[in-house]
């Protein structure tokens, strides 16, 4: 298992670059429509951000705290896809045809907008939590990763 980094100049310069580098991800994530970005990116920003932290505090470090819940995240990027497309087909649409989402109170472009932005924050999400699974996986001890070990006769 990975353990805090001994340097305390490490430490102290991943408790400024990580935060910076997750705020950097959700910028990328949310205004990735209008530039290079989107929700593929994003999540792979974020992922880094949190593989960072799990190597510079270590993986029970209370900094790390976000990694755990990122781990039980896996599919919910799916469920928030599927959803949005649901909500098309609701209104009476297409799959994912954000202009047949059934949002009250907001115009054609709003309605186009919002679909996107849920349907990029699904990817970003199943995106950082293969990445952060994989950090995680390939950080473990082989016994930790091996089943019951058979008795020999």
Same mark, same amino acid.
């Given at each position: 298992?990975?353990?805090?980094? /001994? ?12 935060? &910076?580098? =997750?705020?950097? $991800? ?18 792979? @920003? *974020? ?12 993986? /029970? ?15 919910? #990027? ?7 497309? #649901?909500?098309?087909? @609701? ?10 989402? /059934? ?11 919002? $679909?996107?932005?849920?349907? =990029?924050? #699904? &990817? ?20 930790? *990763?091996? $089943?019951? /070990?058979?008795?020999?006769?």
């Amino acid at each position: 298992m990975i353990q805090q980094h /001994e340097s305390v100049i490490v430490r102290r310069a991943g408790r400024i670059v990580i935060p &910076v580098a =997750q705020l950097f $991800g959700f910028y990328v994530l949310v205004f990735g429509q209008y530039g290079p970005g989107g929700g593929f990116v994003g999540g792979v @920003i *974020l992922a880094a951000s949190l593989i960072l932290a799990i190597l510079v505090f270590g993986l /029970e470090a209370p900094e790390s705290k976000a990694v755990p819940t990122v781990l039980y995240a896996d599919g919910l #990027g799916l469920l928030i896809f599927a959803f949005v497309g #649901g909500l098309c087909l @609701i209104g009476g649409g297409q799959f994912l045809n954000y202009s047949d989402l /059934e949002v009250p109170g907001l115009d054609d472009a709003s309605r186009r907008y919002l $679909g996107i932005l849920l349907t =990029q924050v #699904g &990817v970003a999400v199943d995106v950082a939590t293969t990445g952060v699974s994989i950090a995680v996986s390939l950080s473990s001890d082989d016994d930790e *990763l091996s $089943g019951p /070990e058979e008795l020999d006769d």
